[in-house]
């Protein structure tokens, strides 16, 4: 019997994370196997409240270091509460967004990806997904895709402007080409099962 694994979906507002979560999800039960769909910045009961305090208010609310610690904070929670017990019982754990968000949102102003990535050690022990799928889709496409789903509203992170969206999305791809072992881009574009097809090719050596 294989372990159970920790998988992270990754991109841009709109890519299709959440729904793909869902067929992910619903393939794995129908093969019989535990399930747990989680996301982030959230997870867990402590990382939900926190989730609230960096989603609403106003954009100048928290300073990038504050959110930074915030973003870890939540998820130190979300890893301690929820991720390793589930996978110590031997269930699989979707989670949209993990720390790659973090190196991608938080990691590239006043913070760099080290900084990020060091305070991940210090809040999760450097804990990392067995697999992490960035799905990726032209500009245009996730936009229209968020604003048919969220009309003119948007969070406290996702009302910022195209360039830094453009920013985000051009760090995500990097984190594929340089951890090319973790990191898997995936082609988000076509049918929503098309998409889920393609991310259980890159699944077939950790599936049981
Ligand atoms: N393959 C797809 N083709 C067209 N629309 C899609 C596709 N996948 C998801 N959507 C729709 O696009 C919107 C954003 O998808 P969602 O899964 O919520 O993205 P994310 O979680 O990445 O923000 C939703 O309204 C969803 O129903
Ligand atoms: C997990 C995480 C999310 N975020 C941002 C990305 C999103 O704008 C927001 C989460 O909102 P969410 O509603 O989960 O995103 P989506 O629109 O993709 O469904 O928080 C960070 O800035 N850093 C992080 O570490």
Do not use: C, N
Request: glycine share 10%; net charge neutral; proline share 4%.
């Amino acid at each position: 019997m294989r372990p159970a694994r920790f998988i992270s979906l990754e991109g841009g507002e709109g890519v299709g994370k959440s729904t793909q979560l869902r067929a992910l999800g619903a393939v794995f039960r129908a093969r019989g196997m535990e399930v747990v769909e989680t996301r982030e910045p959230g997870g867990s009961p402590g990382a939900e409240a926190i989730r609230h305090m960096l989603l609403t208010g106003a954009a100048d609310r928290w300073s990038a270091r504050a959110e930074a610690l915030l973003f870890a904070a939540a998820r130190a929670d979300h890893v301690e509460k929820t991720i390793r017990p589930a996978l110590q019982r031997g269930a699989w754990v979707l989670s949209d967004r993990f720390l790659d968000s973090s190196r991608a949102y938080q990691g590239m102003g006043e913070l760099t990806d080290e900084d990020i990535l060091t305070l991940h050690r210090i809040g999760s022990a450097g804990f990392l997904p067995d697999r992490t799928f960035i799905l990726m889709l032209p500009e245009g496409e996730a936009e229209s895709r968020a604003h048919s789903r969220d009309g003119d509203g948007s969070d406290r992170i996702g009302g910022r402007d195209s360039a830094f969206h453009r920013r985000v999305s051009q760090s995500f791809a990097r984190f594929a080409a340089i951890e090319a072992d973790r990191v898997r881009p995936i082609d988000a574009s076509g049918e929503a099962a098309a998409v889920t097809a393609r991310l259980l090719r890159e699944l077939e050596d950790l599936l049981p």
